[in-house]
Nanobody, 124 residues
C-alpha cells in the first residue's frame, strides 16, 4: 500500500515562505508523477503544482506561478513545495498526491493516492 505523509505546514506572515514535504512509501517513488493540491475552508480542492517522475517537467496553477516551486528527490522518496511571497489567499490544507503514470495531472480524479494534508495559514 502506498502511503503519503505531508509535513512543513504552519503559520506564516504575509510575504513569508514555507517549504512543504511529502514522503512516499510502499512502492518505487520514481514510478509516480506527483502533485500538490490545496483546499481552503468552504472551497473545493484545487490544483497547485505537479512534477513528472524524473522531475524534468512541471506545471503550476496560474495563482501560484512564479511564487511556488515543486521539486522532488527520488533518492529520498520526497516531493517538495517551496512557497514564497505567501498571501492570505494561500491559506488552505495542502495535500500531496501520486499517480502511476508519466503524465502530469491537474485534476483530482487523475491521482491514485493522497496524503492526509498539512495546514498552511498565512496571516496579515
Amino acid at each position: 500500500q502506498v502511503q503519503l505523509v505531508e509535513s512543513g505546514g504552519g503559520l506564516v506572515q504575509v510575504g513569508g515562505s514555507l517549504r512543504l514535504s511529502c514522503v512516499v512509501s510502499g512502492r518505487a517513488f520514481s514510478s509516480y508523477s506527483m502533485g500538490w493540491f490545496r483546499q481552503a475552508p468552504g472551497k473545493e480542492r484545487e490544483f497547485v503544482a505537479a512534477i513528472s517522475r524524473a522531475g524534468g517537467s512541471t506545471a503550476y496553477a496560474d495563482s501560484v506561478k512564479g511564487r511556488f516551486t515543486i521539486s522532488r528527490d527520488n533518492a529520498k522518496n520526497t516531493v517538495y513545495l517551496q512557497m514564497k511571497s505567501l498571501k492570505p489567499e494561500d491559506t488552505a490544507v495542502y495535500y500531496c498526491a501520486a499517480r502511476a503514470t508519466t503524465l502530469l495531472g491537474r485534476r483530482i480524479y487523475e491521482y491514485d493516492y493522497w496524503g492526509q494534508g498539512t495546514q498552511v495559514t498565512v496571516s496579515s
